[in-house]
């Protein structure tokens, strides 16, 4: 009973931060502020979806269940960690792209020029 | 009863996303919502209970579809018409 | 008492649709970029959720497959977004 309630905290939490950044990439107004948003709460949210799926495994396998829930408990842990570096990387190369295509960020101070012009 | 309306969605998704690359006159913004299609055909794929079928998918509809075209857009030139999208 | 992987899976469906809303919208290139990077995230942990809810291991290697592949398309759209090729 106690695992089913860390299981739907998890996904709780999970879901909130997705919504969350569908909401921030709705509604802001630029295309860094929207990557802010995407980037960090769909990360968020995922990793806290794959910790309810690993607390899922782990209480079936200590319940009595066979090896095929480690095994299916460390694939999650590997598409994880590939889903952690992949999106860090990403948002980067989009961000270089945007600015590199000459879209300005609106309203805020842009070291970046200032430093190029240099 | 739930798994009428998880696949409900993804075919409501799959018809938006067709008509999105139908309706854009820019053909960067219609290979990005290709990429859309084949990523919610490959989720559809994985529902109907043949993951070899979606691995395949995922990697010619994500990775090699892609690739191809953006190298084909590259060579083409920007339509002057197309800026309204 | 409801199954949490269902329920979970209707809410990144929806989640999925709205954010075609900004696919649909987005003013330039990298608006849809980063619409198409948000549908990516939410399909991977959607197929590691059907891989829990079906007791399938092969639909998890499904998701890692799917997790490199996107990457490669995200950046090889982002190197013509940025006029680098």
């Known amino acids: 009973m106690d695992a089913e309630i860390i299981i739907f905290i998890c996904i709780a939490i999970g879901l909130l931060a997705c919504t969350l950044g569908v909401a921030g990439i709705l509604r802001f107004p630029d295309v860094y502020t929207r990557l802010h948003a995407e980037t960090k709460l769909t990360t968020f949210g995922s990793i806290f979806l794959c910790l309810g799926i690993i607390a899922y495994v782990l209480s079936q396998y200590l319940a ?12 999650t842990l590997l598409a994880l960690i590939a889903l952690a570096f992949t999106n860090a990387i990403g948002a980067h190369a989009i961000s270089r792209a945007a600015y590199r295509a000459g879209i300005k960020p609106e ?3 842009d070291r970046l020029s200032e430093v190029e012009q240099k | 009863m ?21 309706y854009f006159r820019d053909l960067l913004s219609a290979a990005i919502s290709f990429g859309v299609f084949s990523f919610l055909l490959s989720l559809e794929f994985l529902i109907l209970q043949a993951p070899d079928v979606a691995i395949a998918e995922a990697a010619i509809g994500a990775g090699l579809t892609t690739a191809i075209f953006i190298l084909a857009i590259r060579a083409t030139e920007k339509d002057p018409e197309a800026d309204a999208e | 008492m409801i199954d949490p992987w269902q329920t979970a899976l209707s809410v990144l469906f ?7 809303i900004r696919l649909f919208k987005g003013p330039t290139a990298p608006d849809r970029v980063v619409a198409l990077d948000a549908i990516n995230t939410f399909t991977v942990c959607a197929i590691l959720i059907f891989g829990v809810a079906f007791q399938e291991t092969v639909y998890v290697d499904v998701a890692i497959v799917y997790a490199v592949l996107s ?15």
């Open chain 2, 2 to 22: 739930m798994d009428l309306i998880i696949q409900g969605l993804i075919l409501i998704g799959l018809l938006l996303s067709a008509g999105m690359i139908w």
């Open chain 1, 107 to 109: 309203g805020v101070v």
């Open chain 3, 71 to 85: 990457f490669v398309g995200t950046l090889y759209l982002a190197k013509l977004v940025g006029r680098d090729i």
């Open chain 3, 14 to 20: 929806i989640l999925i649709l709205l954010v075609m």
């Open chain 1, 64 to 75: 009595g269940g066979d090896a095929q829930y480690i095994v299916l408990g460390l694939h």
